[in-house]
């Protein structure tokens, strides 16, 4: 089995069926980036992962553990579980360290928190994801001020500081410039190198950039699945993406 | 460690001068007005709990009121009923002293329970409001509607709590039998002050208070890192209301009566004011309103008498809608701006952001 | 068994009084989003204008009715353009201001007006007896005319191009301005519909009890509770719910006093707001 297993997983909105009995399996360490046309589910499997939004069908098995249903910060702090949202979605009141800081993994609960103290040992770990995520100079900067690219980074440095076993981001490199969306690529590959990442994505080179294998979601169905190379060639995959109004063709090979 | 002096806020020099006002005030004043600035100092502790639950974790309690009035009426029933059935009660036929009431003939037992009543108030109402998805402003609605019907509970059994005529004559503070002079008591209560500021002052600096301005700008995403924000609240608001009901305690034998009015709807609008004029979130602004608003009061009350309230309205709709962060908060601001700092802006009241009725969740994304 | 029949049925007209007070709240709070906490004074402020109307200048009841809706709407849109307008989007600030509101009504009213109660007869006298059960044919009355309230109400919203407008705005205003609905003038039409209807409420109910500067008070509260319990968006919801509510309070109240009987409820309600945050009633609109 892998790490991350959806079975059959199936989500309706008042009637309105957005993923339909959707099935994939991600390994440990593993990079997925699932893409697709807009309305094809892909944020809302994320929200299914992560607790946002419970499944009306289907299971969700993280390391074995059926994650369907449950609370957003159960999944987080329980099951490891950290997300980057469309955002940049942070802390504008707080600074770029408090921001790090409030991430923290290990120190969520009400009891940790009046026993917390910023020792060397919390120092050092912040100062080390502000490094990786090249903000330490700004560490004492309100999130407000930073741009747009850096609030991106400044939330994946966030992620990282969950120490999370499954990172979800979803369109990181949503408004970045080529050269930040490059810079996000390596990040990705060097800071989440151990972990599991499933990442949403609409920029094709930053997809090839990471990805080890993509899942291609259409109509909250799963269309395709494979390596990039494999996917790019798929030609249900080309049909949809440069789709007419020829529905019909895709529904019969599918 | 004079840098750290200098980059100490505008707010804390303002505390340090209240202190050493309030310090050396009896020796300016009269024992009467000294005992009127013991009032105002319980309704700073007053302010200050509020200041935690609203200004750090932006839950807005439209019926603060009624945790200050629970922890007054518990302590002066116990005082009431120290001998036997008090006169008002007998006045309605009560022969014999329930068992509620036996319980707050002792008087540690009572004080502990003035603070235990309120808190579990606040543990009840907290879980259920807290832990359920609905709207923010629902909060606001449910301590608004409590209050209320608290306020009239405590009117209709007379019987009990000697209704709309309250109960009087409540003693002073004593120790070891003998009362307590009119300074000793503004000392006392100055001391408690000094403690519940110093207390509040490490709950908003320490990681539980970054949680809590956390969770007012931005509780899902909280959420996603792995906190439960009902958690905090809970605790907030229970702490919350036990050091107003603390403050209700100290109020009475100060005052010497307590009455439904100190429990309801407007002793609640009195501290929102307080705090909305003030400023709110730095624990100064609360003080500060409190402190102004309720010497204007007494001031002006005799020369305005009956335009008082609509003074206050006024006052009240003008710094909201002109100043929003308050004084102290404008005069943070400014310090700021003119000391080169950033600025938070308008991000400090960006989680009571109006939510569209199509999600009634409470877990609202940024996009 | 009679005494729970008659409560029963007086209780109905409670519910018909709960839901009048409340629709103006539906609109400006449930489709609006809008916390007006002023909106119990504006109902005082329809039964001060009755009682102007009908003791002061002897007109007609019906008379008193028109123009405190009227009156209370134009109030309305004074309101909403200078206060409310500024604040969109700032829920505390507006829950604040509109508390600020309610506090300079009230005070202003009592300074002009007196604190005493005023009273406002009743503009149909007597009762049915049916059985040993006593009806006040007012109370028929009140039913009657909230009933067509709710259903002129549930009309203007979906049978009119006001009313089409009005639910495009509150599910996606910047759609509908795309779409060229000048959506400055529906809030503005929405806030003054809302006032004017609990204006109209505060006629109602002024020959029941008495007028007195502070009787709003008691509305706003009961109103939020029922609107919430009603699923907050939803007409029908808020109709329900009175009912449900009232019907509660008089039944129970028939074996404990009143003030037990509204705790009691009180706590239900939150109790069932935990299980049901989406109130029990879901939207028509969907």
């Given amino acids: 089995m892998s790490f991350l297993e959806l079975q059959d997983v199936s989500v309706s909105f008042s009637g309105f069926l957005a993923v339909d009995k959707v099935s994939l399996g991600v390994e440990q360490g593993e990079t997925r980036v699932i893409i697709g046309p807009n309305g094809a589910g892909k944020t809302t499997i994320i929200d299914m992962i992560t607790g946002k939004t419970a499944p009306t069908g289907g299971k969700i098995l993280l390391d074995g553990a059926d994650i369907a249903g449950l609370d957003p910060y159960e999944i987080a702090s329980k099951h490891k579980v950290g997300r980057k949202f469309q955002g940049p979605n942070l802390f504008d009141c707080l600074t770029v360290y408090e921001n790090i800081e409030v991430a923290l993994a290990g120190h969520s609960s009400v009891f940790k928190s009046f026993v917390y103290k910023r020792d060397k040992a919390i120092k050092e770990e912040i100062k080390s994801i502000l490094s990786q995520i090249n903000l330490y100079n700004k560490r004492d900067v309100l999130s407000t001020s930073l741009s747009h690219g850096e609030r991106q980074w400044l939330e994946m440095g966030m992620v990282i500081a969950q120490k999370p076993e499954l990172i979800t981001l979803d369109e990181p490199t949503a408004g970045m410039t080529a050269d ?17 990442v499933i990442v949403v994505e609409h920029d094709i080179d930053f997809v ?21 190379d494999e996917v790019k060639k798929n030609p249900k995959v080309v049909q949809v993406y440069l789709k007419d109004d020829d529905d019909e063709e895709v529904e019969k090979d599918a | 460690m004079l840098n750290k002096i200098r980059n100490l806020g505008i707010e804390k020099y303002i505390d340090l001068i209240l202190l050493i006002f309030l310090i050396s005030f009896p020796l300016l004043a009269s024992p009467f007005r000294v005992e009127l600035m013991s009032k105002c100092v319980i309704y700073l502790i007053f302010a200050l709990s509020l200041d935690i639950l609203w200004g750090s974790a932006g839950l807005m309690n439209l019926g603060h009121a009624m945790f200050f009035g629970l922890g007054g009426y518990v302590l002066a029933l116990s005082y009431a009923v120290k001998n036997g059935v008090p006169a008002f009660m007998v006045s309605f036929g009560v022969t014999e002293l329930p068992w509620f009431m036996q319980i707050l003939q002792n008087q540690a037992v009572a004080f502990l329970l003035g603070l235990l009543v309120p808190g579990a108030v606040a543990a009840l109402l907290g879980y259920f409001i807290f832990t359920s998805r609905v709207k923010g402003v629902f909060f606001n609605i449910i301590t608004l509607a409590l209050a209320s019907l608290i306020e009239l ?3 209709n059994q007379q019987k009990y709590t000697g209704g709309a005529n309250g109960i009087s004559g409540l003693p002073p503070l004593s120790f070891g039998g003998s009362p307590l002079s009119i300074l000793e008591t503004y000392y006392l209560v100055l001391v408690v002050a000094l403690l519940v500021y110093i207390f509040c002052r490490w709950l908003n600096n320490c990681r539980f208070g970054l949680i809590l301005r956390s969770v007012r700008e931005n509780e899902s995403r909280l959420q996603f890192l792995g906190f439960n924000p009902a958690a905090f609240k809970l605790v907030v608001f229970v702490v919350s209301g036990m050091i107003a009901g603390l403050s209700g305690m100290l109020y009475v034998p100060v005052n010497s009566f307590i009455s439904p009015n100190n429990i309801g709807v407007v002793f609640s609008t009195s501290v929102l004011v307080w705090l909305a004029v003030g400023g709110r979130g730095n624990l100064t602004g609360a003080m500060i309103g409190a402190f102004l608003i309720t010497w204007m009061e007494s001031l002006l009350s005799e020369r305005l008498d009956d335009s008082w309230q609509l003074v206050l309205g006024a006052v009240m709709l003008i710094v909201v809608v002109f100043f929003p962060k308050g004084i102290i908060g404008t005069l943070i ?6 000391t080169g700092h950033q600025q938070p802006s308008e991000c400090d009241d960006s989680a009571e952001q109006a939510i569209t009725p199509d999600n009634y969740n409470v877990i609202r994304e940024k996009v | 068994m009679e005494l729970l029949l008659s409560q029963l049925i007086n209780g109905v007209s409670v519910s018909a009084m709960l839901f009048i007070a409340a629709l103006g709240l539906v609109i400006i709070f449930g489709l609006m989003d ?71 009504i009230q005070q202003v009213v009592r300074m002009t007006m007196g604190p005493e109660d005023k009273f406002v007869g009743l503009p149909i006298e007597g009762s049915l007896t049916v059985g040993s059960i006593v009806i006040p044919q007012y109370n028929l009355f009140l039913i009657a005319i909230s009933i067509l309230i709710l259903l002129a109400t549930l009309g203007l919203f979906f049978k009119t191009s006001f009313g089409m407008q009005l639910r495009a705005v509150t599910k996606n205003r910047s759609m509908s301005q795309c779409l060229g609905i000048n959506t400055t003038r529906i809030d503005s039409l929405t806030f003054a519909l809302g006032s004017g209807l609990a204006g109209l409420a505060g006629a109602l109910l002024a020959p029941v009890k008495s007028v007195t500067p502070y009787m709003g008070t008691a509305y706003i509260v009961d109103g939020f509770l029922t609107v919430v319990l009603g699923g907050f968006t939803s007409i029908i919801g808020t109709a329900a719910s009175s009912v449900v509510i009232s019907e509660s309070v008089t039944a129970m109240a028939g074996y404990m006093s009143e003030i037990t009987a509204r705790v009691l409820v009180f706590c239900i309600i939150i109790i069932l707001i935990r299980f049901k945050p989406e109130g029990l009633f879901t939207s028509e609109r969907r």
């Fill in chain 2, 333 to 338: 601001d400014w310090r700021k701006n003119k």
């Fill in chain 2, 153 to 155: 509970f405590f009117n």
């Fill in chain 1, 180 to 196: 930040e969306t490059c810079k996000t690529g390596e990040m990705i590959k060097t800071m989440m190198k151990d972990k599991t």
């Fill in chain 1, 208 to 228: 090839e950039q990471i990805a080890q294998k993509v899942t291609v979601l259409h109509q909250g169905k799963l269309l395709a699945e494979g390596s990039f």
């Fill in chain 3, 34 to 104: 809008v916390v007006n906490m002023a909106h119990g004074d504006l109902i005082m402020l329809g039964a001060y204008i009755t009682y102007f109307v009908t003791t002061v200048f002897h007109a007609s009841f019906f008379l008193a009715m028109a123009v405190a809706f009227i009156l209370t709407a134009l109030f309305g849109v004074v309101i909403e353009a200078t206060l409310i307008k500024k604040l969109y989007g700032k829920v505390a600030e507006t829950l604040l201001a509109t508390f600020a509101l309610s506090i300079i």
